[in-house]
């Protein structure tokens, strides 16, 4: 994800953050500096360390599903933390629904823990603070204090296991319910169920938010109702890519480079050709890959004489013709690339590119509507 920089590693996966994200700790201190009218700086840091807080456990919530992945086999790249939450590139879809199970419920299952923890070593002095605010929260939240942090992270991890376990993509709720089905029915029909409930849960959503007038729910009311829908739309390309191998995708009459071309021809191939990526050869093998960006890059900074071979990537994934196009598109998802080299054996056949594999998605979906359509009309007349 663009505008957002690494602030730490664990076990192999980036944590980064969005740069929207200060937003967050601006809002808190904002609200606290408002709540302690007496000494508004206190309130101010207060309520960034709140935030802070609250993002460590958001962290360690998507670290429970990063880590149950992993588990499985399944590489997960990066977290990013955003002011709507935080969101793990878990790289592919697991293969059994029980996984899937197991790593949607692994992030609601931390902030349960930390609940409880929470509730174990404060316990006792948390319903002495509640107590001593005589029940009014507008008391209890304003005087910043330890016991106020503890109990107001205990109701936040509370709020955070709740919230994400609502039945409705992308929340893990919706991917729970649709692991379920899945043990029941196909991976398809399962992802079409849960999604429609999801839009209605968020529709449901949407009109609460109206009648409160909180904007903040009617923002997730749609940013749940159109995750419902890129759902579907994603096991749906999911399955269709699955059925054809890369090998039958490549492009076979590609332009290619030589070690001596510089970039002035590849500008040529661009402007007459519309192939975006070329493969530089030397005696029959591809030894780098140059894209239409690095060409823009090149041009920015040196001449069209530069050799192809100085601004060619060396480094670029590979797969065998016989690999899925759904496991080229997890391949490139892993690896954060959109170009791969298909080879047969040893022998080097053509490149693939994630708007290959995009166009490829669109004409299966054609062709699959197409058939659906004629087998439609095929049995209209005997019925
Ligand atoms: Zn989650």
């Known amino acids: 994800m663009g505008w957002s920089f690494r602030i730490a590693k664990v076990r192999g996966i980036d944590i980064k953050i969005h740069v929207t994200f200060f937003l967050i700790l601006l809002l808190g201190a904002l609200q606290w500096a ?44 990066e977290i990013v933390l955003t002011p709507l939450g935080g969101i793990a590139m878990i790289t592919r879809q697991p293969e059994k629904p029980l996984h899937e199970l197991i790593i949607a419920v692994a992030g609601p299952a931390v902030n349960v823990l930390i609940a409880i923890l929470l509730f174990l070593v404060t316990g006792a002095t948390m319903h002495a603070t509640i107590l001593d605010a005589r029940g009014s929260l507008g008391e209890l939240f304003s005087r910043p204090s330890l016991e106020v942090m503890l109990l107001w992270l205990f109701a936040a991890n509370i709020s955070l296991a709740a919230f994400n376990m609502i039945p ?19 991976f398809s029909s399962a992802t079409t169920i849960a999604a429609t409930i999801g839009q209605i849960a968020a529709i449901g959503l949407g009109v609460l938010g109206f009648i409160n007038g909180n904007f903040i729910l009617i923002l997730i009311a749609v940013f749940i109702f159109f995750g419902a829908g890129q759902e579907t739309a994603q096991a749906a390309s999911r399955a269709a890519l699955r059925a054809r191998r890369v090998g039958d995708a490549y492009n076979r009459y590609a332009l290619t480079l030589s070690i001596g071309d510089r970039v002035s021809r590849v500008v040529d191939y661009l402007l007459t050709s519309y192939q975006p990526d070329f493969a530089v050869m030397q005696g029959g093998e591809i030894i780098g890959i140059v894209t239409r960006r690095d060409v823009f890059n090149a041009l920015a900074t040196h001449s069209r004489d530069v050799y192809v071979t100085e601004i060619m990537r060396r480094d670029f994934p590979t797969v065998q013709a016989s690999a899925s196009l759904d496991e080229v598109a997890s391949l490139m998802a892993e690896r954060g690339e959109r170009i791969v080299a298909v080879f047969n054996g040893a022998d080097y056949l053509g490149l693939v590119s994630l708007e290959d594999l995009n166009e490829a998605f669109a004409v299966l979906a054609f062709l699959d509507k197409q058939q659906q359509l004629k087998a439609q009309q095929g049995v209209a007349p005997s019925s």
Not at 168 to 186: E, I, K
């Open 168 to 186: 409705a993509f992308p929340l893990d709720g919706g991917r729970v319910l649709r692991a379920v089905l899945a043990m029941f029915m196909s």
């Open 34 to 77: 408002n709540n302690v009218p007496d000494s508004p700086l206190d309130g101010a840091l207060f309520g960034v360390a709140l935030m802070t807080l609250l993002f460590t456990c958001v962290t360690l919530h998507e670290l429970g599903h990063s880590i149950a992945a992993q588990c499985f086999g399944i590489p997960v790249r």
